[in-house]
T-cell receptor, first 112, second 113 residues
Framework: QQQVKQSPQSLIVQKGGISIINCAYENTAFDYFPWYQQFPGKGPALLIAIRPDVSEKKEGRFTISFNKSAKQFSLHIMDSQPGDSATYFCAASNTGGFKTIFGAGTRLFVKA | EADIYQTPRYLVIGTGKKITLECSQTMGHDKMYWYQQDPGMELHLIHYSYGVNSTEKGDLSSESTVSRIRTEHFPLTLESARPSHTSQYLC????????????FGPGTRLLVL
């Protein structure tokens, strides 16, 4: 019920390609779905987030697609760049409760 | 750039030693958290705090303890370190208005020999 399942575990993409990372959740009480980006030696930092009242949110090259009925959401990185190489975590939480459940992370490597 | 700091960044210590990992934030956030992160694994919440003098254990059982005497400071203590405590420890904070968004420190990488 509390898990957030993330895939793939690792991803290699050519520069300029599209990176896609998927997550699925069980708990329908979750209403906030952030993605965090973590570079080596740093803590995770919020990249982009979505609430279930919209099906898509775009910020620059980063887009979250959200499917409420399937309880799935995904991160798309358009025109992937070597600087995007990092570990990406999806997460879920609910308003009012402040516990955040994190996925296991996806290690992205963008080849130049 | 979040104003949340952790020291030390790296620590190698022998079994049985007492250690304290420091975490400070200058954003005035009421809520603070400690996570344990192993390579390739998700972040596991081990402690959290609603505010001064309020601490709770998280979802992952931990032999560590925390204190919250000042809003900006949330140290984590291991009374007797063991090799099983080897991990990365991440501190985070959030404010009341946007409590779902957490700001993370750079982490402390701990190795217990």
């Amino acid at each position: 019920q509390q898990q957030v399942k993330q895939s793939p575990q690792s991803l290699i993409v050519q520069k300029g390609g599209i990176s896609i990372i998927n997550c699925a959740y069980e708990n329908t009480a979750f209403d906030y779905f952030p993605w965090y980006q973590q570079f080596p030696g740093k803590g995770p930092a919020l990249l982009i987030a979505i609430r279930p009242d919209v099906s898509e949110k775009k910020e620059g090259r980063f887009t979250i697609s959200f499917n409420k009925s399937a309880k799935q959401f995904s991160l798309h990185i358009m025109d992937s760049q070597p600087g995007d190489s990092a570990t990406y975590f999806c997460a879920a939480s609910n308003t009012g409760g402040f516990k955040t459940i994190f996925g296991a992370g996806t290690r992205l490597f963008v080849k130049a | 750039e979040a104003d949340i700091y952790q020291t030390p960044r790296y620590l190698v210590i022998g079994t049985g030693k007492k250690i304290t990992l420091e975490c400070s934030q200058t954003m005035g956030h009421d809520k603070m958290y400690w996570y344990q992160q192993d390579p390739g694994m998700e972040l596991h919440l081990i402690h959290y705090s609603y505010g001064v003098n309020s601490t709770e254990k998280g979802d992952l059982s931990s032999e560590s303890t925390v204190s919250r005497i000042r809003t900006e400071h949330f140290p984590l203590t291991l009374e007797s370190a063991r090799p099983s405590h080897t991990s990365q420890y991440l501190c985070a904070s959030s404010d009341d208005r946007h409590q779902e968004t957490q700001y993370f420190g750079p982490g402390t990488r701990l190795l217990v020999l």
